[in-house]
């Protein structure tokens, strides 16, 4: 029940997240955004609410780590493979005009075609680097 009950709760959470966000103040959670207009200078007139919410995407899971520890693993890669595939995550990002939250949860919620085409590469490519790192290069 448990390996179900997670994952629902954690969708409807970044559901409910991207709703208030989007009615609320009447901005896309798309991660990648939020953190690119964050790190650009001199952008300090929205970067209140940004900062908000960069927070409350990192501190729930860090708790939940401290009162939870068996629910976050160790990685399954070495610190430089991490560091390559957070690289090309970014790179994959800006290619793309946006992210998985921003494209997969908000673009397809407003039914944007541009989305699901991202959308839908995302998880090809996603699907396809699995498979080629886990049965191509391990041989």
Known sequence: MD????PLLGGILVG???SVLLLGIGRIAG???VVGELLRPGR???SGWRMA??????LPGLVGAALWPSAVGAPDA???TLV????LVGFGTRLANGCTSGHGVCGIGR????SLVATVTFIFVGGLTVLVVRHGLAR
């Open 3 to 6: 390996t179900l009950f997670a």
């Open 16 to 18: 409910l997240a991207a």
């Open 31 to 33: 991660v990648s955004g």
């Open 44 to 46: 300090d007139a929205d």
């Open 53 to 58: 919410f960069l927070v409350g995407l990192v």
């Open 78 to 80: 070495s610190p430089a």
């Open 84 to 87: 390559a595939a957070g690289l």
């Open 111 to 114: 039914g944007s075609p541009r």
